[in-house]
């Protein structure tokens, strides 16, 4: 995978998605105040655009170690006991995600299946159901990346990444 890619997959996915949620919320809010008028496919749109940002941006979170964590007992631990908790946790969250991609994708198979569409947009489900697989399958790679990455600088004594702290 490109470097480029690779730094910056996720943040233009996001860019995509929040860009077409604001656009249309701003449509939205001038038709409806304006005109007196809305529509069903604005709001599912908005809907739709919300939940793949939430996953993408959970997957750009395990990428930089920015999702929320207590990382007080981390604090009296020495370097390898560090590494070695994040990688505990990298494991038990790789679990997580292959449990949920197995599930999300039973209910995408349902969706296929009978064929549900939307309400407003009358685009087939499939569509936005799969938000939770690819959120979570991201996640894995990620999950993946940071392993390795984690496995590598256990091995070569070195600190393991921590990602950026939001307070100190």
Do not use: C
């Not at 390898?80 to 949920?100: E, H, N, P, Q, S």
């Not at 990620?142 to 600088?153: G, K, M, P, V």
């Not at 600190?159 to 939001?166: N, Q």
């Amino acid at each position: 995978m490109p470097a480029s890619l690779n730094r910056n997959a996720e943040r233009w996915a996001l860019l995509v998605f929040y860009t077409m949620l604001v656009a249309t919320m701003a449509v939205e809010v001038v038709r409806r105040e304006i005109f007196a008028y809305s529509s069903i496919w604005g709001e599912e749109i908005v809907r739709y655009a919300f939940i793949y940002l939430a996953w993408i941006g959970a997957a750009a979170a395990v990428r930089e170690r920015a999702h929320i964590r207590i990382d007080v007992l981390l604090a009296y631990v020495g370097p390898r006991t560090k590494a070695l908790l994040y990688i505990f946790g990298d494991l038990v969250m790789v679990a997580v995600a292959v449990l949920a991609v197995w599930w999300s994708f039973e209910t995408l198979s349902v969706s296929w299946k009978f064929g549900s569409v939307s309400h407003g947009l009358r685009i087939s489900m499939v569509w936005f159901l799969a938000a939770v697989p690819l959120g979570f399958s991201l996640m894995l790679f990620r999950l993946a990346q940071s392993l390795l990455r984690d496995i590598a600088d256990l091995r070569a004594g070195r600190p393991v990444y921590e990602g950026e702290r939001l307070f100190d």
